[in-house]
């Protein structure tokens, strides 16, 4: 967004603070994603837009529930309880896309796949590939980077039964419409782990600089579409792999070769060695 856009955005679109409703962990909320993610100039700005957000009052509730009430394994653990930022490089090349914060998962550690066994099993995978400085992702402050690649997700709470509804979904759209922008100058291929996370995408990458063709690509395990850009520049790889929730990788759907299979495709088509 240009700076005189961004700096009429600030002074008319103020309202965007104003809570939908009530937290307790979050002192200064944002209550309109639609009117405060075109404001972040940068992603460090817009990730501590995201903390604050207070768009969904069934997200708000659980999430902070969930925080108060606690699992027996971390009930001495100071539980996160907001919504959950991406993860990764402002120069990433490489996008990976969720489904949403593990309630004691990410909810819990402040950090997306951090401290769930899916997270186990993905950062194993990218440290395998090279795109992880570790292989294991504990807490906020356990040194993990991640090389050229981000992981984000389309809704930035944990939901109940971790199933967020159509409406959670596209009221969470802006952060990750923004967050893409953002990426734009270097981002070259996108992971999308589940189906639900590929036809969260799909509207989202068309309301940025891709095209997306129709009829709209399939999610499958391994699936590739090439996206062309609108604004000239490179165009995007969209790929798809099976999700990593432990029903995927308990039964075998998912295996650790399957997933190292996809990311090791995406530097490919992404040029990160």
């Known amino acids: 967004m ?3 856009l961004r700096a009429a955005a600030a002074l008319f679109c103020n309202f965007w603070e104003v809570p939908t409703t009530p937290s307790k962990l979050v002192a200064d909320p944002v209550g309109d994603p639609a009117s405060a993610a075109p404001t972040a100039a940068r992603l460090a700005e817009l990730d501590r ?18 925080a108060e009430v606690k699992r027996a394994a971390f009930r001495d653990e100071e ?13 990433a090349a490489i996008g990976i896309v969720g489904l949403a914060p593990a309630a004691h998962g990410g909810n819990r550690t402040g950090r997306i796949f951090t401290g769930d066994r899916s997270g186990d099993v993905l950062f194993q ?26 992981i984000t997700a389309p809704v930035h709470c944990a939901p109940p039964a971790n199933k967020p509804t159509p409406e959670e979904r596209d009221t969470c759209r802006p952060w990750l419409v923004r ?21 969260a995408l799909l509207p989202v990458l068309a309301d940025a600089v891709w095209e997306v063709p129709r009829p709209r690509p ?31 990788t308990f039964t075998g759907k998912l295996t650790p070769a399957m997933l190292r299979g996809v990311l090791e495709r995406a530097k490919e088509l992404a040029g990160v060695r």
């Open 218 to 248: 399939k999610f499958g395990h391994e699936a590739h579409a090439q996206l062309r850009a609108t604004d000239g520049g490179a165009p995007l790889h969209l790929l798809g792999c099976y999700h990593v929730s432990q029903q995927n």
């Open 49 to 66: 837009l995201i903390t604050r957000c207070t768009a969904c009052p069934r997200l708000v509730s659980w999430r902070e529930e969930v």
């Open 79 to 91: 539980y996160w309880g907001r919504p959950v930022p991406g993860f990764g490089p402002p120069d």
């Open 125 to 150: 995978a990218l440290y395998d590939v090279g795109l992880a400085s570790q292989p294991e992702a504990h807490h906020l402050d356990d040194g993990l980077e991640l090389f050229r690649t981000r």
């Open 2 to 4: 240009p700076t005189t």
């Open 179 to 199: 967050e893409l922008d953002l990426l734009r100058p270097t981002l070259r291929a996108v992971v999308v782990l589940g189906a639900f996370g590929w036809q």
